[in-house]
């Protein structure tokens, strides 16, 4: 199973960006699947979680901002990132619990978002 995260790149403050996070290889289902972030000398933290069922989970830091949406069909996750701030600024990481044979967490390889100001 692989993870490819796109979408990040530099934004002014105020911008918009939208991160996608494709799973690929032998999966039988997807459960939840999220966005964490790590921003310059910090620790990962959590962004956003949507279930299996489309229930929906935010950091507090982003509500009202962010949205987390996903297409099973294609099993691809987004977050549209709007109204963006320099304290977004961090290494974007996608996530999804997928079973195969088992149940297991995977993390995609990350993509980087700038913000300036």
């Known amino acids: 199973v692989q993870l490819q995260a796109s979408g990040g790149g530099l934004v002014q403050a105020g911008g918009s960006l939208r991160l996608s996070c494709v799973a690929s290889?032998?999966?039988?289902?997807?459960?939840?699947t999220g966005w964490y972030r790590q921003p310059p000398g910090k620790a990962r933290e959590l962004v956003a979680i949507?279930?299996?069922?489309?229930?929906?989970s935010y950091a507090d830091s982003v509500k009202g901002r962010f949205t987390i949406s996903r297409d099973n069909a294609k099993s691809t996750w987004y977050l549209q990132m709007n109204s963006l701030k320099p304290e977004d600024t961090a290494v974007y990481y996608c996530?999804?619990?997928?079973?195969?044979?088992?149940?297991?967490?995977?993390w995609g390889q990350g993509t980087q978002v700038t913000v300036s100001s």
């Open positions: 996530n999804a619990l997928i079973t195969r044979s088992t149940t297991s967490l995977y």
């Open positions: 290889g032998n999966i039988f289902s997807i459960d939840a």
């Open positions: 949507i279930t299996g069922s489309g229930r929906t």
